[in-house]
């Protein structure tokens, strides 16, 4: 029977702080997190692989601080004094600032501390590893304190398919979990391909979600 052809309607991913799984890989960096205002500085480096959870995190923390969030392309025409009066910013993938968003960001870091604000930077490498040509602002980078989401356990990466599948809608057995947890990638970001290749496939085929599927699915993902 040839399948049928499935509309992407898309679902809404649960994002607040009680649906962030906490496990050893991320733990101290959502310790952290959570201890605000009582951070070691007033601005906080975050750092984690593609689909580790920054983002997540990152609006966990939004929400509590009240924080805005300034896109990189944006920071260097920002009013940066309006921008700090907010008290809590966030900063998302700093590797792709250009160099006029280096100097800016320089320039933001100095206006945080004088105004005692706080500040959140992500990245998916640390930020001793970015590359800026900015001296000034290698230096106060590197001097920041940092946190990193590490790639998930067997433990996190299946309370991660667990959620990606409940986000979905998607009733699945303990042994489906099992299987794939142990045949994908152990990243997030292999996660989330993997639910999202057998949520069409379980839609387009009118099948549930089971060991046999999950199999057609990950040797087609993996062609």
């Known amino acids: 029977?040839?399948?049928?052809?499935?509309?992407?309607?898309g679902h809404r991913p649960a994002s607040?702080?009680?649906?962030?799984?906490?496990?050893?890989?991320?733990?101290?960096?959502?310790?952290?997190?959570d201890a605000w205002p009582d951070w070691p500085d007033r601005i906080l480096s975050l750092s984690g692989p593609e689909g580790s959870g920054k983002t997540h995190l990152a609006e966990v923390w939004r929400a509590t601080a009240k924080a805005r969030v300034i896109a990189p392309g944006d920071l260097a025409a920002a009013d940066l004094p309006a921008f700090v009066a907010h008290q809590a910013l966030i900063l998302e993938d700093l590797a792709s600032l250009d160099a006029a968003g280096e100097r800016a960001l320089f320039h933001l870091i100095n206006l945080v501390r004088a105004e005692e604000a706080h500040l959140l930077v992500t990245s998916r490498e640390p930020v001793s590893r970015l590359s800026f040509a900015l001296p000034d602002l290698v230096s106060r980078l590197r001097a920041l304190p940092h946190v990193e989401l590490g790639p998930p356990d067997d433990a996190l990466l299946a309370g991660i398919l667990v959620k990606l599948f409940d986000d979905r809608q998607?009733?699945?057995?303990?042994?489906?979990?099992?299987?794939?947890?142990s045949r994908i990638e152990r990243s997030v970001a292999a996660a989330h391909i993997a639910v999202q290749a057998l949520d069409k496939a379980s839609l387009s085929g009118k099948?549930?979600?089971?060991?046999?599927?999950?199999?057609?699915?990950l040797s087609e993902i993996s062609e």
């Open 1 to 9: 029977m040839a399948r049928q052809l499935v509309l992407e309607l």
């Open 16 to 33: 607040g702080r009680e649906d962030f799984l906490v496990a050893p890989p991320n733990e101290t960096a959502v310790a952290t997190i």
């Open 170 to 181: 998607l009733r699945v057995t303990p042994a489906v979990v099992a299987y794939l947890s």
């Open 207 to 217: 099948r549930p979600v089971t060991i046999p599927l999950a199999a057609e699915v």
